[in-house]
């Protein structure tokens, strides 16, 4: 069978800002909530690496960016450091930041790289985090110039701006789930966290239009379908409870301008609603996005709840159900995630019946995997798994175009191995392999198969 993909779809990988550039002495570079925790909490870090050994994209940019032309990127997303633009996260900006951010954007540009450029991939700037972070109002206006500063500086040089990556994120597990710094758990204030969020992504696209830039912005969204157990009451309403609080929620007040009804009446219910001005109501229901990304890592297999929440515990959409563990699942051990290739295509087609059929891309998808040194051979290493997982994410991709699905591109996670939020380098999931004794990166074979599959537009199996 034979899969062909349009002539301008977009291949290529995501990163993220914090991620992979690193530190080197006169950056000049503000903290953010990253560098502060992976010292503080250093035990919370796998091995205890730290944001300063991460990916050196800020000194190898010119090689790395060579290295993604070798294996025919034609589009590469990552994040601008707001700490690292704007040290103190108001005020100044970092002369040094200006002069790498336009040299590494020209030098994507001079390849033939389209660069998606992101606002916002979970690194607070801690001069912010420390009045609050984004629980407070006022870092709303400190995103928003923030935002129009990246537009002013960088405007002529990037055709796809994001705002955020993955918005549920720095309030689930930032304010409820205890993994993100400031490691509150309280679900009122996640929430408020959360609206936060989505009224920052509403005013840089203000700022956007108001400023008549060229090319598109949009967000990158983290969706994890929801299946339940069984055909049973209890197990759909599981089902529907755990989907409404996680992305529904969030898909409807994005694409459709305002927040369902139903997370409002539960809200209200177990007192846990966040403060929501009229003001705010009208800028959600007029905020337009051109382009949504979409991050697809695995399902979330979901059953009744077994036993009754404590009332007096912490409020949390747990309370309405209960993880599923599916005999039989397929797993990333590695992750302990699931690995299930057509929960792509659900999403997909959850996108063209209910969101419009709004132009989107694949921005963040990919397996990561422990100790990987066991499959060099020759100096290579043989990740024959990472194509079988490409190849059936692709297949069910693929089938969801041919049914009229509105997807322009694919962006594996990621393009070199690099540090991740909690688990440091334990996963691998990069086209290169990055030695961390010699800060040398090597080709893997996915990344050879990938160079196949864009310049044949597609590839074939048996
Ligand atoms: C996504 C994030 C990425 C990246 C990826 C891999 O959710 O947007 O930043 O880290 O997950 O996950 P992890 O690093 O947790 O293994």
Request: charged content about 25%.
């Amino acid at each position: 069978m034979k899969y062909t993909f349009a002539r301008d779809f977009f291949w290529g990988a995501a990163s993220s800002a914090t991620q992979s550039e690193g530190r080197v002495p006169g950056d000049c570079k503000g903290e953010n909530i990253w560098d502060y925790a992976s010292k503080e909490y250093n035990h919370r870090f796998f091995d205890g690496v730290t944001t300063e050994t991460t990916a050196k994209f800020y000194e190898d940019y010119q090689q790395d960016i060579q290295k993604m032309a070798d294996i025919s990127f034609n589009s590469f997303r990552t994040s601008i450091s707001w700490s690292r633009l704007i040290p103190d996260g108001v005020g100044e900006v970092n002369a040094e930041a200006v002069t790498f951010y336009n040299n590494m954007l020209d030098e994507l540009n001079a390849k033939g790289i389209q660069p998606f450029i992101n606002l916002y991939h979970f690194d607070m700037p801690m001069k912010l985090q420390e009045i609050g972070g984004f629980e407070n109002r006022e870092v709303i206006q400190a995103y928003k110039k923030y935002a129009e500063t990246c537009f002013e500086l960088f405007g002529d040089k990037v055709a796809y701006w994001f705002t955020f990556n993955e918005p549920m994120i720095p309030a689930e597990a930032g304010y409820l789930h205890d993994r993100h710094y400031p490691y509150v758990v309280d679900f009122k204030r996640a929430a408020q966290v959360l609206h936060h969020i989505v009224l920052c992504h509403c005013e840089a696209i203000e700022s956007f239009r108001a400023g008549n830039y060229l090319g598109k912005i949009g967000i990158i969204m983290d969706v994890i379908p929801v299946y339940p157990r069984s055909e049973h009451p209890a197990d759909l309403y599981a089902a529907k409870m755990a989907d409404l609080f996680y992305t529904k929620s969030l898909n409807d007040v994005i694409l459709k301008g305002q927040y369902p009804q139903e997370i409002i009446d539960v809200l209200k219910k177990y007192n846990q609603l966040p403060e929501v001005t009229e003001a705010d109501k009208l800028l959600l229901a007029k905020t337009k996005i051109d382009l949504l990304g979409i991050n697809y890592y695995r399902p979330r297999r979901v059953k009744a709840r077994e036993s009754v929440p404590n009332p007096e515990g912490v409020f949390s959409p747990e309370w309405f159900y209960d993880n599923y563990e599916m005999p039989g699942r397929r797993m990333n051990t590695s992750r302990g995630i699931e690995i299930y290739p057509k929960g792509l295509y659900d999403i997909a087609k959850k996108i063209q019946n209910e969101y419009g059929n709004i132009d989107w891309f694949v921005s963040e998808n990919g397996i990561g995997i422990q100790g990987e040194e066991a499959f060099i051979e020759n100096g290579m290493v043989q990740d024959d798994y990472r194509i079988e997982f490409l190849q059936e994410h692709l297949a069910w991709l693929h089938q969801a175009i041919a049914e009229g699905s509105n997807c322009l591109g694919y962006h594996m996670w990621t393009f070199v191995d690099c540090w991740s939020w909690i688990n440091a380098f334990k996963n691998r999931y990069g086209f290169y392999r990055m030695d961390l004794e010699t800060g040398e990166k090597t080709v893997k074979k996915s990344g050879l198969w990938f160079k196949q599959l864009v310049e044949n537009q597609g590839f074939e199996i048996e």
